[in-house]
């Protein structure tokens, strides 16, 4: 991989330092390419080629299902990693005394719609993190057979911690429990493989590690539950024949037999093709590859500072590195005064280095904060 040519078709590497994919990532020129193209084209003819770009969005698909090792069926498209999280949250038939077990290093996103559900009688049970690590006999503790949901990120916003979702599935197929993942701050850094992970639904949206713009997102499903659960919301996408617009009565709705159930109206066609592009430049580089390179990245990091909030081992984390300072949040706005990008989080620096950043753009990082 010829790191330099990468770093020529992201524009924004030559205007700063990016360190902090994981607020937003910058975009492929590439992606904006896709997008301005179906821009442009419906702004000069007035409409576009609608079942032309139904095949598009197909090909979008699949080429998300292919990152994870899922089949297309099994993944439906959302405006963001929020709206998979609620959708999860409301599909299931809740009964009073159920439990919901979670960690206290959630992003609210993945905390607030489980203690929503608190009002209609669900307990919610919060993992404790131990040095910032959310341990497995923890979590094997905390639960019992009131469980019916582990709610767990892939990979943890503030440190970097990267939990091992195989383990915790185990755990829940005792107790006859769902595991779901916040994924966003793991896919298009690491692997994650949903046959091996046996993760029961995921969502993510595309703005980080995807490298795909703000606005669109992507849930999953395991086949094998699409079937058992009704959409907490629908519409016209949501049916079987969602291509017929003659259809003579409600009598005959008959919704799709995949995770496209889960989807309503309309789509963000342009969007959808910006994420379709830079699933096609990420799997042309290919995941084990982007990976080997994220944590290397990452470990020149740990290896050059005084202390992190980041597990060492590297089974146990990706692209985030958060380092201990007394004065972060100052620090980080000095930083992206000098066009260096990061985020202060957990009283700590959040660095956060994808594939194409180097040892270099660190180097600059390090002049400034040590």
Known sequence: MNITAVREKIPALKTCIHLDCAAVSPLFSDTVIEMQNFLENRGERGDFDFFEWLNKLEECRKKA?????ASPEEIAFTLNTSQGINTVAHM?????????????????SNSIPWYNLQKRGVRIIQVKNVNGEIRIEDIENALDDSTRLVAVSYVQFGNGFRCNLKEISKLCREHDAFLFSDVIQG????????RETDVDF???????????????????IKKEHISKFDPP????????????????????IELAD??????TGGKSFALLMGLKKSLEILSGIGIDVIERRVLNVSQYVIDSVDSVQTPYDEKKRAGIVNIRHPDATRIAEK?????????????????STHFWNTKEDIDRLLEYIQ
């Open 187 to 194: 896919l298009g850094a690491v692997s994650l493989d949903v």
């Open 65 to 69: 299902a292919e990152l994870v090792n």
């Open 233 to 252: 919301y629908m519409g016209w996408f949501s049916l079987k024949d969602h291509e017929n617009f003659n259809r003579p009565g409600l009598h005959e």
């Open 92 to 108: 299931i038939k809740w009964k009073k005394g159920d439990t919901i077990v979670t960690s206290d290093l959630e992003f609210p």
């Open 335 to 351: 930083l992206r005064e000098e066009k260096v990008l990061v985020s202060a989080r957990m009283n700590g620096i959040r660095v």
């Open 202 to 220: 995921f969502s993510t949206a595309s703005y980080k590690w995807l490298m795909g713009p703000l606005g669109v997102g992507i849930f999953y």
């Open 258 to 263: 995949s995770a496209r159930k889960f989807e």
